[in-house]
């Protein structure tokens, strides 16, 4: 069974550009997360998809990212524009339906210059 | 402080030698996981505790549970340099819906 893969796996991009990350689940896995760390701090959560719903977005850091997950299968995470403090490690994990283990993604290296 | 701390911040020991990792959390919890991360790579499962279990094991882990004190602790059995990595636990709150809350993780390194 293929784990958790995201792309691209690594990002280098200029202060007000757009980059769209893109998030496959576990297939079969109804619950799809995204987390992302920022350089010294911890992995923190930005949102929960539940198939195409947002069932939690209480993370999302402000309007400029833009998660979807149409169809329910894969997702993307859009910002736009980027800035400077956006840079870190994006994470996408994924459950099953009333499962409690989060299974993670190798996450994708973001730089913002 | 934050929810899920992990102490120590870096540990390091010689092959052979169990390691002990701590954690502290917060708040009420549904479950606590312990993830692995090798350097530069994604993070591994490697063990669930649910609130109600005091203790729990899967090959060279042993994780215990203490709600009372809001602490868990993970010890890796003669370890190996392979276990050298960073060490997270995170907390599934109750009330969050399964909105996890990570620790700044524990840094292993096991030397030869």
């Known amino acids: 069974e293929a784990g958790v893969t995201q792309f691209p796996s690594h990002s280098v991009i200029e202060k007000g550009q757009t980059v769209t990350l893109r998030c496959d689940p576990i297939?079969?896995?109804?619950?799809l997360y995204w987390y992302r760390r920022v350089m010294g701090k911890e992995i923190k959560f930005l949102l929960h998809f539940v198939k195409e719903s947002k069932q939690d977005e209480s993370g999302m850091p402000n309007n400029r990212f833009l998660a979807e997950r149409t169809g329910g299968t894969y997702s993307t995470l859009k910002v736009q524009p980027a800035e400077l403090e956006d840079s870190g490690v994006y994470f996408c994990?994924?459950?099953?339906?009333?499962?409690?283990?989060?299974?993670f993604g190798p996450g994708t290296r973001l730089l913002v210059l | 402080s934050q929810q899920g701390e992990e102490d120590p911040q870096a540990l390091s020991i010689q092959e052979g030698e169990n390691a002990t990792m701590n954690c502290s959390y917060k708040t009420s919890i549904n479950n606590l996981q312990w993830y692995r991360q090798n350097s530069g790579r994604g993070l591994v499962h490697l063990i669930l505790?649910?609130?109600?279990?005091r203790e729990k094991h899967s090959g060279r882990l042993r994780v215990t549970l203490d709600t009372s004190k809001k602490s868990s602790s993970l010890l890796i059995t003669a370890s190996r340099a392979a276990d050298t990595a960073s060490y997270f636990c995170?907390?599934?709150?109750?009330?969050?819906?399964?909105?996890?809350?990570f620790g700044t993780g524990t840094r292993l390194q096991v030397t030869l």
């Open positions: 994990a994924s459950s099953q339906d009333g499962g409690e283990t989060q299974y």
């Open positions: 995170a907390t599934d709150a109750v009330g969050t819906a399964s909105k996890l809350t």
């Open positions: 505790i649910r609130s109600n279990e």
């Open positions: 297939s079969g896995h109804d619950n």
